[in-house]
């Protein structure tokens, strides 16, 4: 899996464009996300980059860390960073095997993270885990209908979500935000055109 995730960075610089997905950008408009901040399967970072321009901007503490499975794609996103002069953390994560440390977090994004159902489990369980009472855990996926629309994301309707799925693991927490249903994406080749979507942005209470 590593290796195709390799080849198609390796193919395509900016696989799915530079600019940072909507909802990011929307959902950063209403909730200042600073301090610690986690980016997970962010490829080559246009949303965590975004981040932490946006908090640059506006004088936010902020730090960075991001774990990807493909290091093609974290080589990419060191040479944006450094190009922008914004320091990152980055890690080569198998997040089927990742170790989630406890307490650690203050906002983890998660945009079109997709893995198989057991993964999927362990990386929610294992986000809440790491953040941070009161941290955020924001982000956007393809739902299970996402399968009928073909316009991105995993051909497998198992590595796709069922909102409920997210809301069980979260169920104690505040829901500031969630959504499901239609939006239009445009996001380099692979994502492209009308598709199903969960959007949340939850605040955990412990």
Partial sequence: MSQHWNELYAQTQDLYGTAANLFIQEIAEKIRIEGKTLAIAEGEGRNILYLAEQARQHNYPFSAEVWD?????????????????????LRHVDLTAAKWPSERYQNVICVFGHFDTETQTKVLEGIRESLLNGGWFIG???????????????????????????????????????????????????????????????????
Wanted: with cysteine; hydrophobic share 30%; charged share 25%.
């Fill in 69 to 89: 499975y493909s290091d093609v794609a974290l080589k990419h996103l060191s040479s944006k960073a450094e190009a922008t002069g914004i320091n990152l953390e």
């Fill in 140 to 206: 956007e996926l393809y739902s299970k209908e996402q399968i009928n629309y073909k316009t991105g994301g995993p051909k497998n309707i198992e590595y796709l979500y069922y909102p409920w799925d997210i809301l069980q693991v979260f169920k104690q927490d505040h829901i500031h935000h969630f959504y499901v249903g239609e939006q239009e994406r445009q996001e380099g080749e692979l994502h492209c055109g009308k598709c199903h979507v969960i959007q949340f942005a939850i605040q955990v209470k412990k």
